[in-house]
């Protein structure tokens, strides 16, 4: 358990450490200096029991301070430290009398006073958030959620939960309460990946979240970057729910109108190369790289004049399902059958590698009005000499549109382990078109250069 005291003078620092150490052998306490340190520690430390606000602060004002950590911290214990002065004079009442669990402790400080309201917030925690929040759970009684879904919502009818062992799990978010983007984006900070959901849950999440992506596009459909916010989300939500579910008609019309929102962006800025200068690659993992595929593949139609309805609705299928199967996000990683890397995965993540191809491809063609987008997903790791797979596919035996995506995606992975780098668009550009300029892929990799320099 943590605590956060908020206080510019660091000898109280140890103070009140000491005092704490000695009763509350778990209790971690975090000192920062300022307001400002505190909220950058909220946004990836926690999750706190108890703020502790010291009220002779010379940064900030403490009542104007609180106001703002309340959106941060939820509802938590306060306790003011400070003279009776400071208190009077720079603590807002009602503030204070806002919740119970408020806390004053006046000094100097009187030890016993100290600890005892300390352990009345202590208590308050253990009873709404870890005795009840830790439940003993068997993992085939749960389904994992991608952590990026939850910024969709504040609010959810049903738990949440994070893994603490393989049969212990911990409630982050409880049903009809609010919940914080920064409690999410602290797990995120600290490499969780995934939270957790009962299965009977699960598909009502998936729901809820495509009825709430279709109200953003319409809400949002002049404004470039809300509405690319909003595909990456959605890529994230579809590759999600064909895994878990399958092809319904809510997850179609949901595809329909993540490919449809593309075109209009790509009108507005003409260029790849302008939509890459402000899309969001935050991460640039799997829904990232799906809608950036998806935004190159489009631009190499509109260079080779090939933008047909048909032709985007195909390479956006494509765009949004290729990487879909896989077992392991790390796996996108891997480029060919021969990447030495693949050694660090399971046999069993190796063989989803090697399969995934044709188990999206299998999904993409219980899509209708998406022709050929199976056989473009299929063939998205086939090579100009046949060295790909799983098909050993040489150039001539490729489609035009197989050929568009097949760069459109390398370039994007190529790009997201380099975006970094000085100079790396080129150097991408160059190492493709050492491998690629040849056969039917001569005219998209014109295609892709007029598209991305």
Known sequence: MKALYICDEKEEWQHIR?????????????CVLSGEDAIEYLSYEGPFVMILIEASLRSDHPSELTKKLLPL??????????????????????????SEMNEIVFRPIETNALIGKVQKCLDWAKNEEFEKSIEELEKDELLPMKLRSFYLFNKLPYDVFVELTSTKYVKVISAG????????????????????????????????????LMIQYESNKSNSNKVMANQIRSALVIQQYVRSVGVTENITKLVDRTILASRNVTLEHKRFKSILKVFPTDKLDLAEQAILTMY???????????????????LGLASLLYDSMLEDDELYKIHSLEDPNIEMFTEEQQESYRDHPLRAATIAANFTGYPEADFIIAQHHEKPKGEGFPNKLTTNKLSAHSCIFILANNFVIRYAEQKNRKGAIIDIFRDMKAIYNQGNFKDPIMALQKSII
């Open 73 to 98: 911290t939820g509802e938590k214990p306060f306790i003011f430290v400070g003279a009776k002065v400071h208190i009077n004079d720079r603590v807002d009442e009602d503030l204070y009398m806002r």
């Open 296 to 314: 190159l593949a489009e631009s190499m139609l509109m260079v080779l004049s090939w933008a047909s309805e048909t032709s985007r609705k195909k």
């Open 177 to 212: 309460k609010k919940y914080l983007h920064s409690d999410i984006n602290a797990y995120a900070k600290k490499r969780v990946k995934h939270l957790y959901l009962r299965k009977n849950e699960y598909l009502k999440f998936l729901e809820d979240s495509i009825e709430a």
């Open 18 to 30: 000491s005092i704490l150490n000695r009763f509350f052998s778990r209790l971690e306490l975090i």
